[in-house]
């Protein structure tokens, strides 16, 4: 018979946020914490919001780019983004200070751009998809 383990509450013996656990496999450990998806985001062509989790607005700046706002705001240079959009389009992402315009440790702007064999075109994306993971403040 399975286990059950009802809590509401996690913490690390040795610090509150420290909780390491094994891989799949067992060959590897990883913190909790770190493996975490810290926001993400569904949204349609018209930049509706489908489905959210740390996302407060997303700010239409025009076609194929827009401002994502965190409700929790990112530690400054720990964030990564991870990206998706239908339609073979492809999405760019930037994050921390100085890598892409307008971007801050409370906001990621983001693109999707149509890729053709030869350029690539601004779109509103029939679905977008955005996840970001990184250390909170």
């Known amino acids: 018979m399975a286990s059950i383990l009802k809590v509401d509450d996690l913490r690390g013996n040795t610090a509150a946020g420290n909780i390491t656990i094994t891989s799949e496999g067992g060959a590897a450990t990883m913190q909790l914490q770190q493996g975490l998806t810290k926001q993400f985001l569904t949204m349609g062509d018209d930049n509706a919001t489908d489905d959210s989790f740390n996302t407060s607005s997303v700010t239409d700046n025009g076609t194929g780019d827009f401002t994502i706002t965190f409700s929790n705001n990112f ?28 971007t801050t440790t409370s906001t990621i702007r983001a693109s999707t751009t149509y890729a053709s064999n030869t350029s690539y075109a601004s779109i509103d994306s029939t679905e977008t998809s955005v996840l970001c993971a990184g250390d909170l403040l």
Do not use: D, K, M, Q
């Open 75 to 102: 530690r400054a240079g720990n964030g990564i983004a991870l990206s998706g959009a239908a339609c073979f389009a492809r999405i760019t992402l930037g994050y921390g200070a100085g890598s892409v315009p307008n």
